[in-house]
């Protein structure tokens, strides 16, 4: 059986549909897997062991030929888009594909076969439940009060340096607190200023390694001129941040993908989140080893939360590793 699976979007969403790969080969172990990915997303699956083929949606023209003639030679046995709101990139993409069955949420115009839910039927569950809703019609079920966690895999070259990461500054595994400072928006994460404050007042007993996003650099080297005993890891690729997050003893971070790698290998997470309910309920950890922290209700951030708060929660988590 030949599947092909459209997952465009960010770290996150990717993350969070891994566990949906395991379960296609559990049911159909001679599947072949083919993802439709986006530029930045396709690298969690890079190096999955069970996805067949990725290919890499582009805009830009030579790419689009490219895949325009691939999906002319090539026909599935199924096409699935678990996407559960409406998307004219998602619609454009659905009429290329050549696949005997496809399954998908309409909008308007008939494009699939077999009709997944909503968001609107799927308010109340998870972002990685309601991939899996998408999958109902080909066996693959859940427990509606089961949410899998994900599955990542990382190439040697990533725990490699991950490894020369270690050695360069005298860490050891299991011995430090991965601390990430980078958001999808400003608003989601910590000010320089309350940042400074958390690593003035807070002892957390083991070293610390900043993550953060290649557009926080400055912000990370203005904290490392301030506190030297942090270390900064930079990371070339998200995939970097698998081992390191994978041999931690534990993790804080705002909402983020951080969040969701934690989830994967169940690492204990103080997780600030925003006081967006519906947000909250799609994205929310799964992870019984995560403190989540929210914000006042309706706030799309994390800045409501008060610094003596942020502080005593950070206390208090990192006294308990």
């Not at 030929?65 to 699935?80: A, L, M, Q, V």
């Not at 690729?237 to 989830?263: G, W, Y």
């Not at 925003?274 to 309706?298: M, Q, T």
Request: proline letters at 5%; charged letters at 20%; one cysteine or more.
């Amino acid at each position: 059986m030949k599947i092909c699976i459209l997952l465009l979007g960010t770290f996150g969403d990717m993350i969070l549909a891994t566990p949906i790969i395991s379960m296609i080969k559990k049911h159909y172990p001679k599947s072949e897997i083919t993802f439709i990915a986006g530029n930045r997303n396709h690298i969690i699956i890079k190096h999955h062991p069970m996805v067949d083929r990725i290919i890499i949606w582009n805009k830009l023209p030579h790419k689009l030929i490219s895949n325009f003639i691939y999906f002319w030679t090539n026909k599935f046995d199924y096409y699935i888009d678990p996407k559960d709101h409406y998307s004219t990139e998602s619609c454009i993409i659905a009429r290329l594909v050549r696949a005997k069955t496809k399954i998908g949420m309409n909008f308007r115009k008939k494009i699939f076969d077999i009709l997944i839910p909503d968001e609107r039927k799927n308010a109340e569950l998870h972002y990685t439940q309601r991939v899996f809703r998408a999958f109902e019609s080909l066996g693959i079920t859940f427990e509606f009060d089961t949410i899998p966690r994900p599955e990542l895999y990382y190439s040697s070259d990533s725990l490699n340096y991950f490894v020369h990461f270690l050695n360069e500054n005298g860490l050891a595994r299991n011995n430090y607190i991965v601390f990430n400072i980078s958001a999808s928006h400003p608003r989601k994460t910590f000010s320089i200023e309350t940042l400074s404050q958390i690593f003035a007042q807070t002892d957390f007993f083991l070293p610390v390694v900043l993550t953060f996003d290649v557009k926080d650099t400055e912000k990370a080297l203005n904290l490392k001129g301030k506190y030297n005993h942090l270390n900064l890891f930079f990371s070339r690729k998200i995939t970097d941040v698998f081992p390191l997050i994978e041999n931690s003893s534990a993790v804080i971070t705002p909402d983020t993908s951080i969040v969701h790698i934690a989830t994967a290998y169940l690492k204990p997470t103080l997780a600030f989140y925003s006081g967006l309910d519906d947000f909250f309920r799609k994205f929310h950890p799964n992870n019984s080893n995560c403190i989540v922290v929210r914000a006042e209700k309706g706030d799309p951030g994390i800045q409501s939360i008060p610094l003596t708060s942020i502080i005593n929660y950070i206390n208090s988590f990192v006294s308990k590793i």
